[in-house]
């Protein structure tokens, strides 16, 4: 018998999405093992690869040749069986090519052991004593350095450094290196990236009642073998972080691991703090502002149990714990949990599913659930636990809704309503500060009256057109239906009728104009590229230095700012006029995170959503906190359209420079798709498209789009499936790009 190996080749093609077999050389025997690197023939070059499976065979068991590995690359796995596992559901489930999931799991990027070349004792203490005595007093530098390392046999420094520490010079430790004295060694060093930071550290706090409710209940469920989810629906400032800190301590006392997933943009040093504060070294971070080299590291102390707790983005949820007890989802309802890369995974999904692999509990933490998961905890698949009141019962903040369109009608043109101008007017006084926040997303894309606030709409998808300045048209982004640009409101013939969208330099120049002794700062992508601004931006507002700070959906995030007690928002309508069936969700998520921001200090906070229809479901049940009735609104709404969670969505994308072939593929995978749906004579599957995708032209490519809809998962993922593999062999024209996206987030 021979030893064999199944490897996945590190090549993302559709003929190469399968393991390749090979031999393994008897002097390569020893260091096989699943996870790890290798590098194999393929075709007339050497590519990598990772083993995925082993076994054993007689050489005439195959019909062909098998060709041998050139060589293992790594002494360690990069995933073992259970990761593996995890792979070839995410692979089955998003529709990506094994490897895919494979380099998603995977730490990215160089992934080399950094060491360095520390001075050590070439012989024992011991002998080193002996030989001490040889050394002639006058070389007492010699002396000095050589009886250093005799007492400090374990310390690890360089040449240069132990120089530096004993104020000598590198030739005299070369000359004791020379006379066998002492000698190099090579030394593994890990990058800490937090090490320089001091963190305060903390101890339990009492736990108010509903927060010991809850964590009893969640320790309970730790302590089953089998797996569960859990929904922590707490508003904003009820001290949900404390419950995820307590039941991180039952965690680590049953010796078991922890994943903390956070948003990406709320990974902060302060959110970074209050894990390390409380569980100290036992915590290592992932996040993407890490070279691949600290990456990497913090990926070996997971891996080799040096640390209990991660705390990271998205791409945490493939920490490689052996012993996994617990993983926290943080503001669960955030669309950054998904992956816009293949595999495009939704890491709230990807957690349910490795804990299930290992009997581990899933916390979902939010003040707003997204629809799917409250949805979830209805029909008894996730546990609900409540937490209602803020801590310290500080009220919710009061929200006062302007309408901008009787604004317009008392002739104020400008962007601030006047109850927000003497809000801020009131705390400049006062020396509170204000947050004035705007939504980016929607940037002037679709076509609204400023009189009565109508917005132009699809009659047949119930999401809004979109406008297009060439050739001046207003397109449905789902069903394709388009139409001219209306000059005056259909609804009530007003001539206000405009394409919207501020950006927030637009509204920092008008706060400057208004208040020109105040001080304002800006905070977007923009002002936020260089590393280290965000923080900067954050500190200085923190510390006063800041009385208005203008931003986009980054300062709507965590933050506890207590001497804020006004937040503006300017148009609460941007998010609602997306073609996308959860415009209404990310309104009401958004319009929550955002209120959440004020009040939370000793004095009461204030909130003015200006909109445009504020009487908007969203907007109206955002005003009274009221999170149920929106979901009860909204859930019916998704029943009746067939929208998530009562169905499943595929979008398929196809991409290329050129635009008739991509409308003749799209034409094509269209038909095959209808042809399909026709013979399997399926009722709930639904295609919609092709139709040019919202995002019509991306870095010169241009995008079609087609959808389709039902009931099973299963289902509309084989019709998918099979569908592509036919167009494969229809079409002529390989190089056009085909994305596909289950349980899409953005229709766009
Ligand atoms: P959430 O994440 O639900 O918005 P936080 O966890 O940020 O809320 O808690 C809000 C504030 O209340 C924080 O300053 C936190 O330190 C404090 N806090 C949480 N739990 C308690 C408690 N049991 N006793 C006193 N203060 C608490
Ligand atoms: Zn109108
Ligand atoms: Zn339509």
Redo the contacts with the bound molecule.
Sequence with gaps: MIKYVEVMVDVSVEQVDRPFTYKVPERLESQIKVGRKVLVPFGRQRVEGYIIREFEADEDDFEFAVKPINKVLTDYAFFDEELLKLAKWMSEYYQSYLISSLKAIVPSGQTKIKTKQVVKLAQSVEESKKLLDKISDRAYKQKEVFSFLIDNPKINLTNTELAEKLETTSGIIRTLINKGYLQYVEKEVKRNPHSHHNFRTTTP????PE?KVAIEEISSALEQKESSTILLK??????????YLQVIAKTLESGKDTIVLVPEISLTPQTIARFKGRFGDQVAVLHSQLSAGERFDEWRRIKFGDVKIVVGARSAVFAPFNNLGLIII?EEHETSYKQEDHPKYHAREVAVKRAELVGAVTLL?T?TPSLEAYHRTEIGEYKLIE?KK???DRPLPTVELIDMRKELKTGNKTMFSQPLQEGMIDRLKKGEQTMIFLNRRGFSTFVQCRECGHVMKCNDCDVSLTYHATPNILQCHYCDHKEGVPNICPNCESIYIKYFGVGTQKVEEGLKELFPEAKVARMDVDTTRRKGEYERILSAFKQGKIDILVGTQMIAK?H?FSNVTLVGVITADTALNLPDFRAGERTFQLLTQVA?RTG?GEKAGEVIIQSYTPEHYSIQFSKNHDYNGFYNFEIETRKFASYPPFTHIISIVISDEREDKVIEVSNLLSDIIREKLNKIDDEGIMLLGPVQAPLSRVRGQYRWQLLLKGKELEKIRKVNQESLLRLNELSTLKTIKVSVDVDPLGML
């Design positions: 706090l009492d736990p108010t927060q707490g508003v904003t400032g009820s001290g949900k972080t404390e419950v943080d933490g003040a937490l803020r801590i310290d965590g506890d959440g939370r």
